[in-house]
Each structure stands twice: as structure tokens, then as C-alpha cells.
């Protein structure tokens, strides 16, 4: 099975930096993604890491240690249009559907 | 605009009842997605279909079924309706893994 586990909840003012923290239980990995979720929205797509390492995408980065089977998401010069959910995902193979988890809601605040 | 459309956007009905959702994925994208996120829960994967083909199947009911027509767009059956089926219910599709998958703006269901 998978399991995936993040923060529930955070916040933080605007202008700041925020991590988001992911560990994930798999029985195979391909990579991890990370989707944002605006309140009854449809998820959108944020940043992928299949290799280890930092990928940087904008205000957003995120990070993937596989031997850790860890990652997070960096969000920096927070806006308050950042408030959202954020969920990691992970899919154990190529062409399999993403399993996610139970998401981290960000409360941003000026 | 992710060019995933889902229809209908939002239905309201009755225990027992049977309803069907549908998605058109976006041109060219041939695995479709079907996920459940019901009230303060995460998405939770209910099936995967590729090219008119059953690819993978998560936590979904054995009331509920779907498939996925030669034009590629699918349906989600969900029958014997009961209260704790409300939830809103994403299609999402993807031309091949990369881990972006893009998502419509879901069919939320009341079941009363």
C-alpha cells in the first residue's frame, strides 16, 4: 500500500517563506508531485521531482530525497492568493494514477 | 482553464438513487482519472482508465463503475446511492506519467 503524510495545517504572513513537509510510504516510486487547491477548486498542478533534488518553478521550489523518501514544498514571498490546500502525490510507475495525501491547508495573513 | 470538462457540476438527489458523471479529457490525452474528495478529505483515487482500458483501480465502491468510450471521454456510474457518497468528484487526465495530471472543475454530489 501507500501511505502519504503531511502537515495539516499552516500559516504564515505575507511576504514570508513556508516549507511543507512530505514523507510517503510506497511499494514502488516514480515521482513525486505536488498540487494546489483553492477552496471547492479544481487541484492544479505545481512542481514534479523524479530525480533527488530541488526543482524551482517561480515563488515555488520543491525537493525530493528519495533514500529519505521525504520531500517538500517551498513557497516563498507569500502572497495571500497563496492561501489554499496544498497536497504532495506520489505514483509508484509510469502511467499509474497519483495517490494523494490528505493535503495541507495554507492560511496566509498580512 | 485545464480542458478537462465534467458535467454535470453540480447534482442533488436521493438515497437509492443512480446517477452517472461524465468527463471529456483534454484532446490528445488518452489515461483518464476518476477521484472522490468528500468534505475536509483528500482525493481519494477511484479508478484509471487508458485508451478505453481499465489501467488501475483504488478505493472505489462495488456500486459504483465506469468506463471510458472509444472518443476517450468516460463515465462514472454511481448507484444505490447513500448519504456518504456526497462528495465532489474529479475526472482528471494526462497524456503520459510525468506527474501532472490536470483535473476539471468536478461534479459536486448531494445525496439527501
Known amino acids: 500500500g501507500q501511505s502519504l503524510e503531511q502537515p495539516s495545517e499552516v500559516t504564515a504572513v505575507e511576504g514570508a517563506i513556508v516549507q511543507i513537509n512530505c514523507t510517503y510510504q510506497t511499494s514502488g516510486f516514480y515521482g513525486l508531485s505536488w498540487y494546489q487547491q483553492h477552496d471547492g477548486g479544481a487541484p492544479t498542478f505545481l512542481s514534479y521531482n523524479g530525480l533527488d533534488g530541488l526543482e524551482e518553478t517561480g515563488r515555488f521550489s520543491s525537493f525530493l530525497s528519495r533514500s529519505d523518501s521525504y520531500g517538500y514544498l517551498l513557497l516563498q514571498e507569500l502572497q495571500m492568493k497563496d492561501s489554499a490546500s496544498y497536497f504532495c502525490?506520489?505514483?509508484?510507475?509510469?502511467?499509474?494514477?497519483?495517490?494523494f495525501g490528505k493535503g495541507t491547508t495554507l492560511s496566509v495573513s498580512s | 482553464d485545464s480542458g478537462v470538462t465534467q458535467t454535470p457540476k453540480h447534482l442533488i438527489t436521493a438515497t437509492g438513487q443512480r446517477v452517472t458523471l461524465r468527463c471529456s479529457p483534454r484532446?490528445?490525452?488518452?489515461?483518464v482519472y476518476w477521484y472522490q474528495q468528500s468534505l475536509d478529505q483528500g482525493l481519494q483515487f477511484l479508478i484509471q482508465y487508458y485508451n478505453g482500458e481499465e489501467r488501475a483501480k483504488g478505493n472505489i465502491l462495488e456500486r459504483f463503475s465506469a468506463q471510458q468510450f472509444p472518443d476517450l471521454h468516460s463515465e462514472l456510474n454511481l448507484s444505490s446511492l447513500e448519504l456518504g457518497d456526497s462528495a465532489l468528484y474529479f475526472c482528471?487526465?494526462?497524456?503520459?506519467?510525468?506527474?501532472?495530471?490536470?483535473f476539471g472543475e468536478g461534479s459536486r454530489l448531494t445525496v439527501l
Open positions: 484532446s490528445g490525452d488518452l489515461s
Open positions: 482528471a487526465s494526462s497524456v503520459v506519467a510525468s506527474g501532472e495530471l490536470f
Open positions: 502525490a506520489v505514483s509508484n510507475q509510469a502511467g499509474t494514477a497519483l495517490i
